[in-house]
């Protein structure tokens, strides 16, 4: 392997020991206690256990008649068998008093079995909605028939039957989706305990640059790599932080570097690729510890990985994207979101991959790892990879376009169409196009 003199590292990473360098330098971060609800998304930093059954009584499944099985053994529509009705529970009460006998009590979803029941017979197995356009109301339904027999047990939702007390119900670690806010709720919890948000400094850089919004100038550029950048960091947990951009002299980069190190991490677009040995690197290099690298995938070569020390000697790792606006996403997606996911708690840290059927050629002519971006649809039961058309990084509406990633490796000089592939997914599903 050739190494760089400069740098003692190989001239060109793979993007393993790429990602494995940078995430090497991330930590999970402190934790905070949360409302539940604004913990969405976040990682679960304890475990969770219940102290109480849940449901915490059997209760009904149905709107019917709790009775005992034997009191409508043999019933049918033919042979209906009279039942007395002695009271009435709505969900929130309790029973106040048993079932014996031929005796009913007329019982809504979710009120607690009164003793005596094991089974409720459901409105539909009997006579209550003739009664009912008979018009009477239901307090004035003393008998009921039943068509229909019951089986112990039937319609009834057992206590304890989605959580036991006791029970660990969410591990450590786990990832609070929609259904753990809800299961959170459910044991009574009001507050959780989770891994904090990172907070993601990012500075575009580049005397080219203006910002949306501004009027449009010849020669100039409006800074996009800001915003998806940004949204990107959002997209993964983290707080953006948009700091602007630096201009491409020394005391504009050092006045953004200094807001940018009061954050968990700090993120640079351009000013890492070969034609660009100047301030920005200078900079960089001269304040931290910062290697350049070439990563042997493309887009996405350029990038430059160090860390910074900020106020209080706190280490802030640092990613120099490259300028190219692809390849600031594609690296982003590579090898910032691994690590971003690592400092929230994370540990699978892969997207979705699937096989699917190139629609096109790719053409690998230095050996690289290709990222090519693709369109992915579903036909027949197998996916397809369609690329959306000119793969420049600097076309971000290909970007755009795109939901996943076919990826041609290193040594693979050309993939041709009917060739199967592997694609990271962007965007899960992908059922879109689907014959
Ligand atoms: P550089 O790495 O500075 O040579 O930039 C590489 C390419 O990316 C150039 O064409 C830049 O104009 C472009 N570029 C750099 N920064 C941005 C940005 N924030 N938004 C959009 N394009 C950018
Ligand atoms: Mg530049």
Redesign the pocket.
């Known amino acids: 392997m050739s190494m760089n003199v400069e740098t003692g590292l190989p001239y060109m990473l793979s993007v393993e020991d790429a990602r494995a360098r940078i995430l090497n330098m991330f930590e999970v971060l402190e934790t905070e206690r949360k409302p539940i609800l604004d913990a969405l998304g976040q990682t679960l930093a304890e475990d969770v256990s219940s102290t109480l059954d849940i449901p915490p009584l059997t209760n009904s499944a149905m709107d019917g008649y709790a009775v005992h099985h034997e009191a409508v053994a043999g019933a049918s529509e033919a042979n209906p068998i009279e039942l007395r009705v002695v009271g009435h529970l709505a969900a929130g009460e309790l029973p106040g008093q048993s079932v014996e006998g031929a005796n009913a009590i007329r019982i809504m979803t979710g009120a607690p079995i009164p003793l005596g029941a094991d089974t409720v017979v459901p409105f539909e197995e009997t006579d209550e909605f003739e009664r009912k356009s008979r018009g009477l109301s239901p307090s004035e339904i003393t008998e009921i028939r039943v068509m229909k027999e019951a089986a112990v047990g039937a319609n009834l939702r057992p206590a304890g039957q989605d959580v036991r007390k006791g029970q660990m119900v969410l591990e450590r670690g786990t990832l609070l989706r929609p259904s753990e806010i809800g299961v959170l709720a459910s044991l009574g919890r009001d507050t959780v305990e989770v891994v904090r948000r990172p907070v993601v400094a990012v500075i575009?850089?580049?005397d080219?640059?203006i910002e949306p919004g501004d009027p449009a100038e010849a020669g100039k550029?409006?800074?996009?790599?800001?915003y998806g950048v940004a949204a990107e960091v959002l997209r993964y947990g983290g707080i953006p932080k948009l700091l602007g951009i630096a201009r491409d002299n020394l005391e504009s980069m050092n006045a953004k570097l200094d807001e940018g190190l009061t954050a968990d991490v700090l993120l640079t677009?351009?000013?890492?690729?070969r034609?660009?040995y100047d301030i920005v690197k200078d900079v960089l290099a001269s304040r931290g510890q910062i290697d350049f690298w070439s990563v042997r995938m493309r887009p996405a070569k350029?990038l430059a990985f160090g860390v910074f020390t900020g106020q209080g000697g706190r280490l802030v790792p640092h990613v120099g994207l490259?300028?190219?606006?692809v390849s600031a996403l594609v690296a982003f997606e590579e090898l910032v979101r691994p690590a971003l996911l690592k400092m929230q708690g994370r540990t699978d840290l892969e997207k979705a991959m699937i096989r699917a059927v190139l629609e096109d050629d790719i053409v690998n002519s230095d050996e690289r790892r290709v990222y090519a971006r693709a369109v992915i649809t579903r036909r027949n039961g197998r996916y397809y990879a369609r690329l959306t058309g000119d793969q420049g990084s600097?076309v971000l509406t290909s970007m755009a376009l795109a939901n996943g990633l076919a990826i041609c490796p290193e040594d693979v000089p050309v993939m041709r169409a009917g060739q199967e592939v592997d694609v990271q997914m962007l965007d899960w599903p992908v059922d879109a196009g689907q014959a």
Request: aromatic fraction near 4%; hydrophobic fraction near 20%.
């Open positions: 575009a850089t580049g080219e640059l550029i409006y800074n996009s790599n800001s677009s351009a000013g890492v690729s034609g660009d350029p490259p300028g190219n606006p600097g």
